[in-house]
C-alpha cells in the first residue's frame, strides 16, 4: 500500500524558513511526479511546486516563485520543499503527492490536482504576521 508521509510543518512568523519533507513507502519513486500542494480553510487545493522523476524538471506556482525550492532524493524516496520568506497568506495544510510521470503528457499539467494519484494526509504551516 502507497503511503505518502509529510513533515516539518508548524508555526513560525513572518520571514521565517520551514523545511517540509515527504517519504514515500510502496512506491516506485523514481517514476513518478511527486507535487507539493496547499489548502486553506475555505479554498480549494492551490499548486505549490512539483518536481519531474528525474529531478531536472521543476515547476512552481507564482505566488512561491523565488521562496520556494522543491527538491528530491530518490535513494532515500523524499521529496522535500524549502520555504524562504514566509508569508502569512502560505498558512495552509501543505500535502505531499505522486503523479506517474507519463512522456506524452505536458509538465505544466502536472498543476493539477487531479494528475496525482497518491497524496499524504497533510501537515499544518502556520505563518503569524
Known amino acids: 500500500q502507497v503511503q505518502l508521509v509529510e513533515s516539518g510543518g508548524g508555526l513560525v512568523q513572518a520571514g521565517d524558513s520551514l523545511n517540509l519533507s515527504c517519504t514515500a513507502s510502496e512506491l516506485t519513486f523514481g517514476r513518478y511526479v511527486m507535487g507539493w500542494f496547499r489548502q486553506a480553510p475555505k479554498r480549494g487545493r492551490e499548486f505549490v511546486a512539483s518536481?519531474?522523476?528525474?529531478?531536472?524538471?521543476?515547476d512552481y506556482a507564482d505566488s512561491v516563485k523565488g521562496r520556494f525550492i522543491i527538491s528530491r532524493d530518490n535513494a532515500n524516496n523524499m521529496v522535500n520543499l524549502q520555504m524562504s520568506s514566509l508569508k502569512p497568506e502560505d498558512t495552509a495544510v501543505y500535502y505531499c503527492?505522486?503523479?506517474?510521470?507519463?512522456?506524452?503528457?505536458?509538465?505544466?499539467?502536472?498543476?493539477?490536482?487531479?494528475?496525482?494519484?497518491?497524496w499524504g494526509r497533510g501537515t499544518q504551516v502556520t505563518v503569524s504576521a
Open positions: 518536481i519531474g522523476g528525474g529531478g531536472g524538471m521543476k
Open positions: 503527492s505522486a503523479a506517474t510521470q507519463r512522456t506524452y503528457d505536458s509538465y505544466s499539467s502536472y498543476s493539477r490536482p487531479s494528475k496525482y494519484e497518491f
